[in-house]
């Protein structure tokens, strides 16, 4: 039964079996490191945030209102509007739903184009901080439990590479 959380409940989710004796995060940390390899960690976009990379959806927001203001450059507002709602503002000017690879096709003519539009999302750009777009110390813990042989699978939804970068510094390979 998955319940909301307070201070006398678990976490959002968590299935917690009647009278179970011990937390709920805290029974799962004690699996975890019970049994090494045994769970799979899923990563989202809300790792990374911490270390200036937008989420997916802000990227896409970015990127409409951008391409708002090359279609329709004498109008100040069309940036704003489209990034007030991205997926109207995308329907009423190309008559179709706003997908990623749609968005990115208009917005830059090649791959190579595409590629440089987002790398500014991932890569610190010059006179940025060093720990702009750097891991962060969420991503090296992870990486020293990958490495601790906590996990052995880490599934991600993020395009930046920051959990990779940290399992070279810490050590492991990022298959």
């Given at each position: 039964?998955?319940?909301?959380?307070?201070?006398?409940?678990?976490?959002?989710?968590?299935?917690?079996?009647?009278?179970?004796?011990?937390?709920?995060?805290?029974?799962?940390?004690?699996?975890?490191?019970?049994?090494?390899?045994?769970?799979?960690?899923?990563?989202?976009?809300?790792?990374?945030?911490?270390?200036?990379v937008p989420t997916g959806w802000g990227i896409?927001?970015?990127?409409?209102?951008?391409?708002?203001?090359?279609?329709?450059?004498?109008?100040?507002?069309?940036?704003?509007?489209?990034?007030?709602?991205?997926?109207?503002?995308?329907?009423?000017?190309?008559?179709?739903?706003?997908?990623?690879?749609?968005?990115?096709?208009?917005?830059?003519?090649?791959?190579?184009?595409?590629?440089?539009l987002l790398d500014g999302y991932f890569i610190?750009?010059?006179?940025?901080?060093?720990?702009?777009?750097?891991?962060?110390?969420?991503?090296?813990?992870?990486?020293?439990?990958?490495?601790?042989?906590?996990?052995?699978?880490?599934?991600?939804?993020?395009?930046?590479?920051?959990?990779?970068?940290?399992?070279?510094?810490?050590?492991?390979?990022?298959?």
């Amino acid at each position: 039964m998955a319940v909301d959380a307070s201070p006398d409940q678990p976490a959002p989710g968590l299935l917690v079996p009647s009278g179970a004796a011990v937390e709920p995060l805290t029974a799962l940390a004690m699996n975890v490191h019970s049994s090494p390899g045994v769970y799979a960690l899923l990563l989202g976009s809300g790792i990374s945030i911490a270390s200036g990379v937008p989420t997916g959806w802000g990227i896409v927001t970015d990127l409409v209102s951008k391409v708002a203001t090359a279609q329709f450059p004498d109008d100040p507002a069309a940036a704003a509007e489209a990034a007030g709602d991205p997926e109207h503002w995308w329907n009423e000017t190309f008559g179709e739903p706003l997908g990623y690879s749609s968005l990115l096709a208009r917005a830059g003519q090649s791959a190579a184009a595409r590629q440089a539009l987002l790398d500014g999302y991932f890569i610190p750009a010059e006179g940025e901080e060093s720990t702009d777009k750097a891991p962060t110390d969420a991503h090296r813990a992870i990486a020293h439990m990958i490495k601790r042989g906590a996990f052995r699978v880490v599934l991600t939804t993020n395009f930046d590479r920051l959990m990779e970068r940290a399992l070279e510094e810490v050590g492991p390979r990022p298959r």
